[in-house]
Each structure stands twice: as structure tokens, then as C-alpha cells.
T-cell receptor, first 110, second 114 residues
Framework: RKEVEQDPGPFNVPEGATVAFNCTYS??????FFWYRQDCRKEPKLLMS???SGNEDGRFTAQLNRASQYISLLIRDSKLSDSATYLC???????????FGKGTTLSVSS | DAGVIQSPRHEVTEMGQEVTLRCKPI?????LFWYRQTMMRGLELLIY????????DSGMPEDRFSAKMPNASFSTLKIQPSEPRDSAVYFC????????????FGDGTRLSIL
């Protein structure tokens, strides 16, 4: 089983739609959780950290369920500019290296 | 401030040749990471350094791969001899100490081995 698993998609949605991405991780001792965004032919960039209580940043909401080892990202009122690949990321037990999922591709159309 | 700088941006070479990828981390960052990204395997950690010392190289695929960090402002990833299956995008990233500090990635090197 891979350490971080995501539905690869693609998710094709119209502008204004709400879309949710899910991710599961295998190591129950993982310490920190993030969502990164990667545009086509670009480097990954941090979108947001994921906290146990859940957190929101504008149109983006991240949730963590440690018992189920499950992370989610919700995007509301999606924009054309949200089209990208979203990477679920877990910091390993040692607290240093990041383990990346393979990403979920989102395409928002007008 | 300048971000993580990688060179070259693109490299095309024939199998069997030696390939050297270069990275300059953000000044003051004490962690440096090398990743490889392919469609099949996604983004994989190859090796990381802390204060110029290799800490975990368990992701390095085989002896053909080696990485060095001779000082705080420079690291290399070398492949010798190169093979077509090494074709990928190689990213370098750096961050400061502290578990929740974000990693900053360079633009990557697109490597094609013919």
C-alpha cells in the first residue's frame, strides 16, 4: 500500500462548482499534513497546511481525520485559475521528509 | 529574495553519459531535498541533507545516483551512467529548520535520456 493515496481524477467541473478531493495515508504516526498545488510544468507550491480541527482559507477548506487517516480538500465556487494538480502531502514520522501523493487533477471550465 | 535555483532547466543526453544537476538553496535554509517526478510514480524523495550532511538517501534508486552538498549554498545530483528510465523532472527544495516550515521548490530540471 502506498503511503499516501489519492484519486488521480481528472475532475472536470464548471466554474462555480464545489469540488472535494480525498486522500488517505498509511502511517498512523504521521505528524503534519499539507495540500500542495502544482500547475502544469511547474514546481509544487504549498496551498495550505491541514490542522486537526479543520481550517479554511478563503474558498478552500481542509479537514483531517486522524482516526480514519483521511484528509480532504474542499474548493467552493471554483475558478478557471483553480485548474491544477492538487498534491496531498504527509510529513513522515521523523518529522522531516515530506511524502507526496501522486496528485488529483482538476480542470475547471467556463 | 531569490528562490531555489536549479540548473540546467532542460537536459537531453544519450544513455551512458554522465548527468550533473545543480541546486542552490535559499540562503539560510539548512535542509535541502532532491525529488524526482514521473507520471507513473509521482513525486519521490531521493535524498535530503541537513547542514550539508546527507541524512536519508534511502530513496536513491541505485548506485548510479549520487548526491553531494559541499557547502550550504550548493548541491549536485549526479547520474552515471544515465539510462532512459532516468528520464523525469528532478526538483530541488529547501527549508529552514522547524517541522512545519514549508518547503520551497526550484523550477526543476527536465531530463531526457535518449
Amino acid at each position: 500500500r502506498k503511503e499516501v493515496e489519492q484519486d488521480p481524477g481528472p475532475f472536470n467541473v464548471p466554474e462555480g462548482a464545489t469540488v472535494a478531493f480525498n486522500c488517505t495515508y498509511s502511517n498512523s504516526a504521521s505528524q503534519s499534513f499539507f495540500w500542495y498545488r502544482q500547475d502544469c510544468r511547474k514546481e509544487p507550491k504549498l496551498l495550505m497546511s491541514v490542522y486537526s480541527s479543520g481550517n479554511e482559507d478563503g474558498r478552500f477548506t481542509a479537514q483531517l481525520n486522524r482516526a480514519s487517516q483521511y484528509i480532504s480538500l474542499l474548493i467552493r465556487d471554483s475558478k478557471l485559475s483553480d485548474s491544477a494538480t492538487y498534491l496531498c502531502v504527509v510529513r513522515n514520522q521523523a518529522g522531516t521528509a515530506l511524502i507526496f501523493g501522486k496528485g488529483t487533477t482538476l480542470s475547471v471550465s467556463s | 529574495d531569490a528562490g531555489v535555483i536549479q540548473s540546467p532547466r532542460h537536459e537531453v543526453t544519450e544513455m551512458g553519459q554522465e548527468v550533473t544537476l545543480r541546486c542552490k538553496p535559499i540562503s539560510g535554509h539548512d535542509y535541502l531535498f532532491w525529488y524526482r517526478q514521473t507520471m507513473m510514480r509521482g513525486l519521490e524523495l531521493l535524498i535530503y541533507f541537513n547542514n550539508n550532511v546527507p541524512i536519508d538517501d534511502s530513496g536513491m534508486p541505485e548506485d548510479r545516483f549520487s548526491a553531494k552538498m559541499p557547502n550550504a549554498s550548493f548541491s549536485t545530483l549526479k547520474i552515471q551512467p544515465s539510462e532512459p528510465r532516468d528520464s523525469a523532472v528532478y526538483f530541488c527544495a529547501s527549508r529552514t529548520g522547524g517541522g512545519n516550515q514549508p518547503q520551497h521548490f526550484g523550477d526543476g530540471t527536465r531530463l531526457s535520456i535518449l
